[in-house]
Nanobody
Framework: QVQLVESGGRLVQTGGSLRLSCAAS????????MGWFRQAPGKEREFVAS???????YDADSVKGRFTISRVNLKNTVYLQMNSLKPEDTAVYHC???????????????WGQGTQVTVSS
């Protein structure tokens, strides 16, 4: 229902940093809670981080202290600052609208191209 385009992924060495961006469409962007998910080859998609309409955040234990989600409503954009990257962070990263009742679940089962993050070991 909401058009989302991710960007910023690239090859980076262990310990490096990267910032992902998610550009969204819609006049009511600020109303939605937004989140980042990732999927590695052969694995299920997993929750990474989310941010609510009131700027409250929730992080997966695996990225806590390393990743920071943020949003700039005037730009209709959600960011994911990734620091101290590890090889296990390698995955395709997707952004999505978050379910109002669950900060770890996407509202819609609709995924775009995502952006590839590869962390070399």
């Amino acid at each position: 229902q909401v058009q989302l385009v991710e960007s910023g992924g690239r090859l980076v060495q262990t310990g490096g940093s990267l910032r992902l961006s998610c550009a969204a469409s819609g006049r009511t962007f600020s109303v939605y809670a937004m989140g980042w998910f990732r999927q590695a080859p052969g694995k299920e998609r997993e929750f990474v981080a989310s941010i609510g309409s009131s700027y409250n955040t929730y992080d997966a234990d695996s990225v806590k202290g390393r990743f920071t989600i943020s949003r700039v409503n005037l730009k209709n954009t959600v960011y994911l600052q990734m620091n101290s990257l590890k090889p296990e962070d390698t995955a395709v990263y997707h952004c999505a609208v978050i379910n109002w009742s669950s900060p770890r679940q996407a509202l819609f089962d609709s995924w775009g191209q995502g952006t590839q993050v590869t962390v070399s070991s």
